[in-house]
Each structure stands twice: as C-alpha cells, then as structure tokens.
C-alpha cells in the first residue's frame, strides 16, 4: 500500500515558479511508475504532463516541456515537480499518480495510488 501526499502549490504570475511535492508513505523505487496529472478548472478530465517509468526514464508532454523538471529524493521518498516560466492556462490541480507499471501509462484510471492534489494558479 503507497500513501502519497501533494504539497507546494500557491499562486504566482505569469513567468513565476512554483516546486511541488509528491512524498510516498512508503518506497516507490523501482517497482513503480509515477506521473504528474493536471486537472484544468472546469475539467473532469486530468492530463499527464510527466511521465516517470520504472526505470526513472522521465517523458514530458509537449505543454509542459522545457519548463518544468521532475526529481525525486530517494532518502525522503518524495518526488518533485519544478514548474518554471509557468502561464495561465498551467492553472488547475496538480495530482502523483503511481501504479506497479514498467512503462508510465497515460490514462488515469490506470493509476491506483493518488495523492489528494494541489491547487496552483497563475495569474496573466
């Protein structure tokens, strides 16, 4: 059983930053994939923007690439998301999702482990 837990969003303005956390209540190692999703306001539906398989190969949607990084520390089982140079339309909630997948799926209901997300808004 992984418990994660979402912390570190805020607001800021167009062009700010903002780091946000994923610490698991247990070891992900290398037994699971992880990805960041982002729900938009309004919007049923969460979008990967962060693909972490297995093997800490790391994929980045197209929205998002360039300006945000993901890491994780091992001796604090928590991941990282480093959003930079963010814009209005990166608004939303920001969820880890993990799952016992070799290879980073991109559809949510894939995922069985979910922390409870984290608001961040950015203002034009």
């Known amino acids: ?70 890491s994780k520390d091992d001796a604090k089982n928590t991941l990282y998301l480093q959003m930079d140079r963010l814009k209005p339309e990166d608004t939303g909630t920001y969820y880890c999702a993990a799952a016992r997948w070799f290879r980073a799926e991109r559809e949510p209901d894939k995922y069985n482990y979910w922390g409870q997300g984290t608001q961040v808004t950015v203002s034009s």
């Open 1 to 70: 059983q992984v418990r994660l837990t979402n912390s570190g969003g805020g607001s800021v303005q167009a062009g700010g930053s903002l780091r946000l956390s994923c610490e698991s209540s247990g070891s992900i190692g290398t037994s699971y994939s992880v990805v960041w999703f982002h729900q938009a306001p309004g919007k049923e539906q969460r979008e990967g923007v962060v693909f972490i398989d297995s093997t800490g190969e790391t994929t980045y949607a197209d929205s998002v690439k360039g300006r945000f990084t993901a």
